[in-house]
């Protein structure tokens, strides 16, 4: 159809550990159409990833390895300066270890996350984003990246010829030069449901969003996150799901 929008929506999924439960990734998988598996640094664990693995496998998402710092106190929200040697390995030492629990289990691994900290200091690190980018590209060349809209981690993606997607947030709000105010500031969640889902309306309808200084800012969006780890998770991304069909909006992974 012509003009038709599209969009795929991802989940950070797989955070469970050992016998501490977070999130409820079976319910979270019927509203999005891909998942970011945690790979075990930040979160999750062999047996996490493997159930994980296939519960998506069942429910028909699309599966992405989430590599992030090896900090599970912090849950891989904490900056490590490290050299870009160690993010490489790190990096391709966790996609490995996804990859294998989804070969395993009959499926393909469709693309990468890069988690929290890392994420976020690759979306500005042009270092890091190469080692990240080389990593995916000798597991696979046929993976997606997916990474921050306008971030130096698609820069660097597409310079390589690496497919990449552009990533917004549906519940973080955005400073006047389209990063993610870090979490750190009182302001950095999204604080209404109405609030997240007009943004993710402008977003997809205007390529735009409003900063938290007022202002509109440009931004290309390919692929929504939502988070899965909050008590009210399963049904915001339900009501994300429905605003966005209501809208006319296709979902569906990349």
């Known amino acids: ?8 929506l991802n989940s ?3 955070e469970s550990f050992g016998h501490y439960k977070i999130g409820n990734d079976e319910e979270i998988m019927k509203y999005v159409s891909s998942v970011n598996i945690a790979c075990g640094f930040h979160a999750g664990d062999p047996t996490t990833i493997k159930n994980t693995v296939n519960k998506a496998l069942e429910a028909g998402v699309a599966i992405g390895a989430h590599p992030g710092f090896p900090d599970l106190q912090g849950f891989g929200r904490r900056n490590m300066h490290i050299n870009p040697e160690e993010i490489y390995d ?24 890069p988690h929290g900290a890392l ?5 500005k690190d042009e ?14 060349e046929d993976l997606i990246l997916y990474g921050l809209s306008g971030s130096q981690l698609t820069a660097v993606a597409k ?27 009182l302001n950095s969640l999204i604080k209404t449901e109405e609030e997240a889902l007009n943004q993710v309306l402008k977003m997809i309808h205007e390529k735009k969003v409003i900063a938290t200084t007022g202002e509109e ?27 966005l069909k209501q809208n006319n909006i296709i979902i569906q992974a990349l």
């Open 159 to 185: 310079r390589y010829g690496l497919r990449c997607a552009n990533e917004a947030f549906v519940d973080r709000t955005y400073n006047r030069s389209g990063q993610l105010t870090p979490r750190t500031e």
């Open 1 to 8: 159809m012509e003009n038709q929008l599209y969009i795929d």
């Open 119 to 123: 994420y976020n200091m690759a979306a």
């Open 217 to 243: 800012v440009s931004i290309e969006v390919d692929t929504l996150c939502i988070h899965g780890d909050g008590i009210k998770a399963v049904e915001f991304a339900q009501k994300v799901n429905n605003t």
């Open 90 to 113: 790190l990096t391709l030492y966790q996609i490995g270890a996804l990859n294998a629990f989804v070969k395993a289990s009959g499926g393909k691994l469709h693309h990468v996350k």
């Open 127 to 140: 270092q890091y984003s190469k080692a990240i980018v080389e990593a995916v590209l000798n597991i696979d």
């Open 12 to 14: 950070d999924l797989g």
